[in-house]
């Protein structure tokens, strides 16, 4: 009679000097896709129209800032028709808001499931990620349809749109991380994060040049990365502006603020059942 063997897992402390293993997570990839599934599948579950709230949010923000900005108040947008211009910061807006609003709650959502299993926590705000692709894409596809509804066509720099587009993504990503990271140590971020949402809605050129913005106020506005990303998205697909330093500002301090938020985020991972 063959004797069964018992497998024994080791898992070993990681060097604190590593803040990413990258192969870990591949090898967790399905953990991180059914995760993003179910929660996709609970944030319209029940709901009479379901994934039509996806592009009902965008597009009655869309109707407010243009009625705002572009009837009221009439800004200056170069030339652009303002439906598209606003648009372009929207879709923008839509994913990094989603990511930013539901990292938070990624990890106090998920403590049992914490406190019982080992995998890279990691997983929980990059789930999110994902989950907002759909967001995102609908607002693209509502910025199409708008570009086609006003008859305009994109300028010659279109060529660099995945660029700003995952730049965003990557933006959004480190955004959630530093959230997530905040979170657990802080409750009171759950409270804080609406404030900033609210605030970045308007201290973003979304519906409003930044040309717009004094110049004694432009290196502190400019230190919001979604600025330089909004503007090199809008000069990818409407040729105005340039790309000038706020977009290298603005790659370099995500780049920064990605490191650093790994590193916070690792520090609180180890401590975070007994947190919890």
């Not at 705002?68 to 211009?85: A, E, M, W």
């Not at 490191?259 to 007994?274: N, P, Q, T, Y």
Request: charged share 15%; hydrophobic share 50%; with cysteine.
């Amino acid at each position: 009679m063959s004797k069964s063997k018992l497998q024994v897992t080791v898992i070993e402390a990681d060097s604190p000097f590593k803040l990413l293993d990258i192969r870990e997570l591949i090898s967790y990839r399905d953990l991180i896709i059914t995760m993003s599934w179910r929660d996709l599948r609970v944030k319209y579950a029940q709901t009479f129209i379901g994934f039509l709230w996806a592009l009902i949010n965008p597009l009655f923000s869309l109707l407010i800032l243009h009625f705002i900005f572009g009837r009221v108040i009439q800004v200056d947008t170069g030339g652009v028709p303002h439906l598209v211009f606003t648009m372009i910061g929207l879709s923008i807006w839509t994913y990094f808001s989603t990511l930013v609003s539901e990292s938070g709650n990624s990890i106090l959502s998920n403590q049992n499931m914490i406190k019982k299993i080992y995998f890279p926590k990691i997983i929980l705000p990059l789930s999110k990620a994902l989950t907002g692709l759909v967001d995102y894409i609908i607002a693209l596809i509502l910025l199409i349809v708008v570009m086609i509804y006003v008859d305009y066509t994109p300028s010659s720099h279109i060529v660099y749109v995945p660029f700003f587009l995952f730049m965003t993504i990557f933006t959004g990503i480190t955004a959630g991380i530093w959230i997530s990271a905040m979170t657990v140590r802080y409750r009171d971020f759950k409270f804080v994060v609406p404030f900033i949402l609210q605030l970045g809605l308007y201290a973003s050129p979304i519906a409003y040049s930044s040309e717009m913005v004094p110049e004694s106020y432009q290196f502190l506005y400019h230190c919001n990365p979604l600025v330089g990303i909004i503007e090199g998205l809008r000069w990818s697909l409407t040729g105005i502006g340039s790309l000038n330093n706020s977009v290298w500002y603005t790659i370099i301090s995500i780049g920064i603020f990605f490191i650093v938020g790994l590193w916070l985020f690792r520090r609180v991972e180890h401590k975070m059942a007994d947190i919890l």
